[in-house]
């Protein structure tokens, strides 16, 4: 079976702070992707990437930037985190390189709450 | 552009009732259709897909077929159970962009 980890299932950090969450899958999947989810607007894309050191940008970047350093793990980074950054946070792989059409597998999301 | 809507709940239903979720989508060519389902707790588990026009997609007894008429790709089950009590999202996938959710549907299923 596919896994996806998520460093930490809740998170609580202050106005200002750097954020660094951390994305783990273990089934060499190419594509990695970090969504946000809110109630009533669904998920949105945030950033991707098909490979090591290469990332795009999705719907809502701002505020955002990504890392990825190695095939299995893909970081989610808020600069300076503000309190509309409060959220669930999903990392999800796939597999099939620069092909978006191939089933997404979900990590159990990082709740985070800015104050 | 592309886009998925979806009912969005709360559907409250007895245990063995039929359950319908409509979704319909807005795209060009021909994207591939999810339903993915989220327990309480959870991150998101795909639950069917469907590829082509008129393809079925099924699983645990849910199923969902891919209607390019109608644009849509309903979500159905015969019996539900207290255990399918979850969110359940439609989305779809076109090929060279992004996946794109629907809004979620709860489903609360009462013994």
């Known amino acids: 079976d596919v896994k996806v980890t998520q460093s930490s299932r809740y998170l609580v950090k202050r106005t200002g702070e750097k954020v660094f969450l951390e994305c783990v899958q273990d089934m060499d999947h190419e594509n990695m992707f970090w969504y946000r989810q809110d109630p009533g607007l669904g998920l949105r894309l945030i950033y991707f990437s098909y490979d090591v050191k290469m990332k795009e940008k999705g719907d809502i970047p701002e505020g955002y930037s990504v890392s990825r350093e190695k095939k299995e793990r893909f970081s989610l980074i808020l600069e300076s985190a503000s309190t509309n950054q409060t959220s669930m946070y999903l990392c999800a792989s796939s597999s099939l390189a620069g092909v978006r059409t191939d089933t997404q597998y979900f990590g159990p999301g990082t709740r985070l709450t800015v104050l | 552009g592309n886009s998925v809507t979806q009912m969005e709940g709360p559907v409250t239903l007895s245990e063995e009732a039929f359950l319908t979720i409509n979704c319909t989508y807005t795209?060009?060519?021909?994207?591939?259709l999810f339903w993915y389902v989220q327990y309480p707790g959870e991150g998101l588990q795909l639950l069917l897909k469907?590829?082509?026009?008129?393809d079925k997609g099924s699983n645990k007894g849910f199923e969902a077929t891919y209607r390019k008429e109608t644009t849509s790709f309903h979500l159905e089950k015969g019996s539900v159970q207290v255990s399918d009590s979850a969110v359940y999202f439609c989305?779809?996938?076109?090929?060279?962009?992004?996946?794109?959710f629907g809004p979620g549907t709860r489903l609360s299923v009462l013994p």
């Open positions: 989305a779809l996938d076109n090929y060279g962009q992004n996946f794109v």
């Open positions: 795209a060009t060519g021909y994207p591939s």
């Open positions: 469907a590829t082509k026009a008129d």
